[in-house]
């Protein structure tokens, strides 16, 4: 956390034309949740007192992935894009008041670390500006460092020959104090090749008032935009390769790394094993010991220790499994709760369900949830025996010790260690079935 207060600014204005998409680019998905979600998050972790998005393209539609994410940033509108100075300038009525650093960060460049941006909010220089060393600096903004400090950023398009070859490159990342920012944000001009605002200017309007400006340098990696497809492809595979790599190493065993995919939230205890082809969704928990097998789909769920899912199952929001539990091939959770030593081998649905301890549950088993209007629950004490193929309509309650015969409707509540049998009654016609064959046969010949 950072020693004085902090507020965020997360610019998510943009179109993103290089996307070829009506979605606006911040809302493109990088490890299961929107890109600006991955700023929002970084940003948490300082625990700011404010954290505001500005929102252009698509605002609504930013607005409300943003306030599902994090329900108590603020959102500005800029309406017209004309340059991040301009967007920044849109804050200054939700900063009103505010006393502390205010950090600008892009909903489109995901993978700035926790500590950058610590090392950031406690810099005691007036102005900071997150640089990084670039491997290729091509159409880079470039950072001239002085003795005295960083003394200017200049855009790529705005730089001469000499300039373009300074090796230190402007992440776009800034952090000031904020009545510094109240001040110079205002001041800003667009006497520049693209007519726009840049916040970029802050650092010569800041030296011209005797303030002190710096740079604090991070590794190019953290620095990654994006702004294609092609991109947001990159940043995936370079996101599931460290999160791979970091469960490994925090004891989790995946039997095959490269085919297992984790969102950003993904929480594994050490000894789980994840078998091939594992997906996970956002908002997944597996606890140690767990194993999930093969071609396994899970998301907002909780795994326990001992609990076993899979092959070719899906977990989905609500679902929650106690330890030692066994979900089979071909089954799906859903808003349902299975206590200890609950198991379903195999071609199930439950869902807005609980099932008690111990109690198993039979193939092709269908908790009939929804009615076409609304969701109803169904109730399995401890200790029953659902049977192959039961439908349970729902609202229903099962009992604790009873058991429902194979092929059953149940369609009332089950009493404690009763047998239900809901069914039609069997009839046998004999020799029917030879006669019926017979007759079928003869009138497509006929025909």
Known sequence: MAEMAVAVVILAAGQGSRMQSDLPKVLHRLAGVPLVGHALRTAGQLQPELTIVVAGHGAEAVGRAVTRLEPEARIVLQSEQLGT??????????????????????????????DTLAALADHPADLVVLGFEAADPGRYGRLVVTERGLE???????????TRRIGLCNSGVMALDAGLLRQLVVRLGSDNASGEYYLTDLVALARAEGRRAEVVICDERETLGINTRTELAAAEAAFQTRARRDAMENGVT????????????????RDAVIGQNVVFGPGVTVESGAEILPFCHLEGCHVSSGATVGPFARLRPGAELGGDVHVGNFVEIKNSVLNQGVKV???????????????NIGAGTVTCNYDGVGKHRTDIGARAFIGSDTMLVAPVRVGNDALTGSGSVITRDVPDGALAVGRARQENRPGLAVRMMAALRAEKDRK
Not at 88 to 107: A, D, N, P, S
């Open 85 to 114: 100075g301009h967007a920044v300038r849109q804050t200054l009525t939700e900063l009103e008041g505010f006393e502390g650093k205010v950090i600008v960060l892009y909903g489109d460049t995901p993978f700035i670390g926790t």
């Open 152 to 162: 200017r950023i200049v855009e790529y398009k705005d730089a001469d020959e000499a």
């Open 254 to 269: 995946l039997c095959d790394p490269a085919t297992v995919w984790f969102a950003l939230d993904t929480w594994i205890g």
């Open 345 to 359: 081998g195999h071609l199930t649905y439950l869902g807005d369900a609980s099932i008690g301890e111990h109690s």
